[in-house]
C-alpha cells in the first residue's frame, strides 16, 4: 500500500534528529514519492495543510517543524489571551472613535 505524502513526512521528521525547515521536509517528501515539478507545484499548499493539521507535527518557529512528541506542552501550546486581549483593546478604541464621529455630526 502506498503511503500519504504526510505519513511519508512523520518518517523523514522521525530520523532527524532536529526539528527541519518545511522546504527541506517538502523536497525530501515530493523526492521520495515521485512527484514531477508539476505535481509539486500543485501539491505544496495541500501539504502544508496537512502538516499544520496534523496533531503529530508541531511547528516550532523559523518556519521549522517537529514531531510533537518531542517537546513540552508549554513549548508548544500558544497562549492567546493576550491576542484575545489585543482585540478587545482594538475593538474598544474603534468604538470610541465611532462615538467621536457621530458627536461631531451633531
Do not use: C
Amino acid at each position: 500500500m502506498k503511503k500519504s505524502m504526510i505519513d511519508v513526512a512523520f518518517d523523514l521528521v522521525s530520523k532527524k534528529k532536529k526539528p527541519a525547515t518545511f522546504l527541506k521536509v517538502w523536497e525530501e517528501v515530493s523526492q521520495m514519492v515521485g512527484l514531477t515539478p508539476a505535481q509539486e507545484e500543485e501539491n505544496i499548499a495541500q501539504f502544508y495543510t496537512d502538516l499544520s493539521l496534523d496533531d503529530r507535527f508541531v511547528h516550532v518557529g523559523d518556519n521549522k517543524w517537529d514531531l510533537r512528541s518531542r517537546h513540552t506542552y508549554n513549548e508548544v501550546v500558544v497562549d492567546t489571551s493576550s491576542i484575545i486581549i489585543e482585540e478587545n483593546e482594538e475593538e474598544e478604541v474603534f468604538e470610541e472613535e465611532l462615538k467621536k464621529e457621530k458627536e461631531e455630526d451633531f
